[in-house]
Nanobody, 125 residues
Framework: QVQLVESGGGLVQAGGSLRLSCVAS????????MGWFRQAPGKEREFVAG????????YYADSVKGRFTISRDNAKNTLYLQMDSLKPEDTAVYYC??????????????????WGQGTQVTVSS
C-alpha cells in the first residue's frame, strides 16, 4: 500500500492557476502509473489526468485538455497537477490516485489501488 497526501488546493478566481501536489510514501512510487480524479458536489468522481510510471505518456479528460498538465518527480515521490485557466466548473475535491500497474493509467475508479484524502479546489466566477 502507498500513502498519498495531496496539497495545494484553495480558492482562486476564474482564469487563475493552482498547482496541486501529491507526496507518496510506502511502496515504491516510481513503479506505478498515477492519476488525478475529482468529485464535485452531487456528482460522481471523475478522471482528470494520468501519467505512466516514467512520465513518458500522459492522458487527459477532454474537459481539462490544454489547461491542465500532469507531471511527476520520481526522485521526490511527488505527483503534480498544474491547473491553468481555471473555470468555476473545475470546482471539486481533487484526489491523487495510484494504479495497480506501471503503464496502465487509471482512468476509472476500478483501476485505482490507493487514494489520497483529497484537496478542495474552489474557482469563483
Amino acid at each position: 500500500q502507498v500513502q498519498l497526501v495531496e496539497s495545494g488546493g484553495g480558492l482562486v478566481q476564474a482564469g487563475g492557476s493552482l498547482r496541486l501536489s501529491c507526496v507518496a510514501s510506502g511502496r515504491t512510487f516510481k513503479t506505478y502509473a498515477m492519476g488525478w480524479f475529482r468529485q464535485a458536489p452531487g456528482k460522481e468522481r471523475e478522471f482528470v489526468a494520468g501519467i505512466t510510471w516514467i512520465g513518458g505518456s500522459a492522458y487527459y479528460a477532454d474537459s481539462v485538455k490544454g489547461r491542465f498538465t500532469i507531471s511527476r518527480d520520481n526522485a521526490k515521490n511527488t505527483l503534480y497537477l498544474q491547473m491553468d485557466s481555471l473555470k468555476p466548473e473545475d470546482t471539486a475535491v481533487y484526489y491523487c490516485a495510484a494504479s495497480f500497474s506501471a503503464i496502465r493509467i487509471p482512468t476509472m475508479e476500478s483501476g485505482v489501488r490507493d487514494w489520497g484524502q483529497g484537496t478542495q479546489v474552489t474557482v469563483s466566477s
